[in-house]
């Protein structure tokens, strides 16, 4: 992909703070900007606001300077010069701002003891000020920048990676098509070669991961936390559930959830007719029929979807369109792009921009929706003048994404024959029973590793594991692949570069769907509520966000089975 559009990047509102052509990937002008908004005289209430708007207005310029730095990096990890320039803005700029924002955040708190504001309207916005206050500490920030650095070159690593397979050099993304191909030799040969791709930098992303676990520990022990799950839960602005609430999670997961994904299991060995089940075997259609290939080029899939979001809700498809049209999609797999897909807001111009790697699979599909979702939430909270409350938490940002995949599953036809669209269904249902217990995997895998610092590699593996025996169903046999399965966990990014970040799909999974069980009765109500509670963005906190939606923030046993229940029989009348 070419540098994004200056035309798209345009600020969708005139500046009033920051100068137009101010270079914000250069420190010393940051730097400039913040002294400006500290040594600002502020002596009245309406003064205060503007304070507070000038200060937001700086906050999305720089954020989304940084953004299309992240942006044009991951889009071609090897090209030199924008390696280098995202790290010189992480090395040289982030750095800067980090205390200078600390001396924002205790301003802003002073000056609402001065100047009392609307509770109702800044209650998220003082809570979190609050907490980042507290939780800043000048010796964090080099560490920060060293994580951070590091978790760029996880980044390289893992975007340099190719297969040659069957005669042609494959990105590790396209190797995900050979493992829906009914020749279970191929299948088999696919998987063995991504596996052995990924075990020859398996010691350079564990010396990665463990000088960031020494980081992390450091930085957490700078805060007064005394391990880093405790300091992040606070850095998240977790203030509406526990620890013990995610391990009550995983305990109901293991209790309803397992069992399910091990009758699914079951009764794929039993169809393919296998006295065992191997890792090759979980994406390949179990009555034999060939791969679904709902598309060819990202053109297709763009078009596809776009014509499935119509179906779906006509506001919801404008919004798609304007996306489309200015070029804010970047889809296709391609060498030297980094892995996975996300949505990044240009806080400035109040536009997503979509990353993917497509190559022609049913999950491709599913992720642009996903993608879409959280892209909608973005342009339905880009009226609110706080950049802050444009970005909900990500427990409802994943709402947004989660049920956009379940609602819009109702449209698959736009793609799909009939019989095909049931076995899109089937895939769908079949993953989400899948992400529910991968969820709780990675939640407990990551509170493991920061309740027990100090825990060797040795230690860490045989803690993976034990969870993967605990979640995994027992029915997949990777007998003579121990090694590669204890090291399956260096390809959740995540854990890598947003530690903690993954409780969040499945609290929000529950949310949507209860939102998919609303659709299901009346669609244009569930659509209606999903748009009323994205427009929210995060001027409210997590629960009234859920509310807002029609949904109970709640993720207990007792709300899982009923949602499970749901899923089980939607599964069973689809097989």
């Avoid at 906190?541 to 207990?556: C, H, K, M, T, Y």
Wanted: charged share 25%; glycine share 6%.
């Amino acid at each position: 992909m070419n540098a994004i559009n200056s035309a798209v990047l345009k600020p969708a509102f005139p500046r009033c703070f920051v100068p137009e052509g101010a270079d914000l990937t250069n420190k010393d002008v940051v730097v400039g900007l913040l002294n400006t908004l500290l040594s600002q005289e502020v002596s009245s209430g309406d003064g205060f606001e503007q304070w507070i708007l000038d200060n937001s207005e700086f906050g999305a310029a720089i954020s989304q300077a940084g953004s299309i730095l992240y942006i044009e990096m991951t889009c071609a990890t090897d090209d030199p010069a924008k390696a280098g320039e995202y790290q010189a803005f992480v090395e040289n700029v982030e750095p800067a701002v980090k205390p200078l924002s600390d001396e924002l955040n205790k301003k802003f708190l002073l000056l609402a003891e001065k100047f009392p504001l609307d509770k109702k309207r800044y209650e998220v916005s003082l809570r979190a000020a609050k907490a980042d206050v507290a939780l800043f500490v000048d010796k964090n920030v080099p560490l920060q920048t060293e994580v951070a650095l590091l978790s760029q070159e996880y980044q390289s690593v893992s975007g340099a990676m190719s297969v040659h397979f069957d005669g042609q050099d494959r990105t590790l993304p396209e190797m995900s098509k050979f493992l829906l191909m009914t020749d279970r030799g191929v299948r088999e040969r696919a998987w063995r070669a991504t596996a052995a791709r990924r075990m020859q930098d398996k010691d350079r992303f564990e010396a990665i991961f463990d000088k960031m676990l020494v980081l992390r520990q450091k930085i957490a022990v700078n805060a007064g936390c005394t391990n880093f799950r405790d300091y992040m839960f606070k850095a998240y602005h977790r203030f509406d559930y526990t620890p013990d609430d995610c391990k009550a999670y995983q305990r109901a997961i293991k209790d309803i959830v397992v069992p399910l994904r091990r009758e699914i299991d079951l009764r794929r060995q039993q169809d393919m007719n296998l006295d065992r089940l191997r890792p090759w075997d979980g994406a390949v259609d179990p009555l034999g029929r060939a791969p679904l290939e709902p598309f060819k080029t990202a053109g297709q899939l763009i078009e596809g979807v776009e014509r499935m979001i119509s179906r779906l809700d006509s506001d919801l498809a404008g919004l798609y369109r304007d996306m489309k049209g200015l070029g804010l999609l970047d889809l296709e797999s391609r060498k030297g792009k980094a892995p996975g897909g996300y949505q990044n807001t240009l806080n400035e111009a109040r536009k997503p921009f979509i990353f993917m790697n497509a190559v022609g699979i049913d999950d491709d599909v599913r992720t642009l929706l996903h993608e879409s979702g959280h892209a909608f939430h973005a342009y339905l909270s880009a009226h609110d003048p706080l950049v802050e409350y444009r970005h909900a938490p990500m427990e409802f940002c994943e709402v947004a994404s989660m049920s956009m995949e379940l609602m819009a599953d109702e449209f698959t036809g736009e793609f799909y024959s009939v019989q095909d669209a049931k076995r899109s269904t089937v895939e769908l249902l079949e993953g989400l029973v899948s992400t529910l217990a991968w969820v709780a995997t990675i939640d407990a895998f990551q509170h493991w590793i920061y309740e027990n610092p100090g825990h060797t590699p040795q230690d860490r593996r045989a803690a993976w594991g034990r969870l993967n025996a605990e979640f995994g169903g027992g029915v997949v046999d990777w007998s003579g692949l121990e090694e590669e399965r204890s090291y399956l966990w260096h390809r959740q990014l995540h854990i890598f570069e947003v530690p903690f970040y993954y409780i969040e799909y499945g609290i929000a999974q529950l949310g949507a769907l209860q939102i998919w069980q609303r659709f299901k009765d009346d669609p244009r109500q569930a659509v209606s509520y999903y748009k009323k509670g994205l427009s929210l963005g995060g001027s409210r906190p997590l629960p009234e966000l859920f509310a807002a939606a029609g949904i109970r923030f709640d993720f207990s046993k007792e709300m899982i089975v009923p949602l499970v229940d749901t899923v089980y029989r939607q599964w069973k009348d689809r097989l």
